[in-house]
């Protein structure tokens, strides 16, 4: 079927990868999960093939969809990363920085554990439990701990907000939360043993609170848990500027 492309002053690549973007957005694509081939999109749009692979390498350049030869592209369900890439720029642009992030982070995550803790299932809670078990499981002494400690902990944060029941925490967690991780990554902040054992221990308070459903015990031990993460971070920006004088 012929599409319309809509009256614009831009270029015509990005006029039709706006369209595309609202077509994914409304669903239109989702029994397959991918774009129309080039050739179908020639047709609708009537354009030539150079544009529709433009229209394609914009969106892919968002992060949207990632190019496929011989089929259409395939649409990307996780958005996560390309928007804490975007967000990262943005950060950058505007001066934030890690402090500005952990108060926006102490704003909303006491209130998640909150909900958390009225919406919990006796299932919420043996899922949380076993975060928790895992957390105090890394060997802090491999080589890849740091990631895997901070996926963890990104995965459990984002977990809280799906317990709470609001979608939109769940993916403002996701976004603040992996923020901060990119932070830690990018500025090379020292992650000591003694944080990899402080941060289990807090989620673990959290989720007891959460586990007897006490709203308020689970709304102060998150904000002793972001506070903690702020003192944390401190140590380690220290100990870099220690190291890097030395």
């Not at 020639?42 to 529709?52: C, D, G, K, L, N």
């Not at 925490?169 to 090379?188: C, F, K, P, Q, Y």
């Not at 807090?202 to 972001?226: G, T």
Request: aromatic fraction near 4%; include cysteine.
């Amino acid at each position: 079927m012929k599409q319309h492309i809509p009256v614009s002053r831009s270029p015509l690549p990005d006029t039709i990868a706006r369209d595309l973007l609202q077509r994914i957005l409304r669903g239109e694509f989702d029994e397959h999960g991918m774009l129309p081939s080039e050739r179908q999109l020639q047709a609708q749009y009537e354009v030539s093939r150079p544009v529709v692979r433009e229209s394609i390498k914009l969106l892919s350049a968002r992060g949207i969809v990632t190019p496929s030869n011989g089929v259409g592209a395939i649409i990307n369900r996780n958005l996560t990363e390309s928007t804490v890439e975007s967000l990262m720029l943005m950060f950058h642009q505007q001066q934030v920085r890690l402090g500005d992030l952990l108060a926006t982070r102490a704003t909303i995550e006491p209130q998640v554990a909150r909900l958390a803790a009225r919406h919990a299932t006796q299932e919420h809670v043996v899922m949380l439990y076993a975060m928790c078990d895992v957390m105090e499981q890394i060997d802090v002494a491999a080589a890849d701990a740091g990631i895997t400690y901070n996926q963890q902990n990104v995965d459990f944060h984002v977990q809280l907000a799906r317990v709470a029941q609001n979608p939109v925490m769940m993916i403002l967690m996701e976004l603040l939360v992996g923020a901060v991780w990119r932070h830690e990554r990018t500025s090379n902040l020292i992650v000591s043993a003694e944080r990899y054992t402080r941060t289990a221990s807090e989620h673990r308070a959290i989720v007891d609170a959460i586990a007897q459903h006490n709203e308020d015990a689970a709304f102060a031990a998150m904000a002793d848990h972001i506070c903690d993460t702020k003192y944390q971070l401190q140590v380690g920006h220290i100990i870099h500027q220690r190291l890097q004088v030395g």
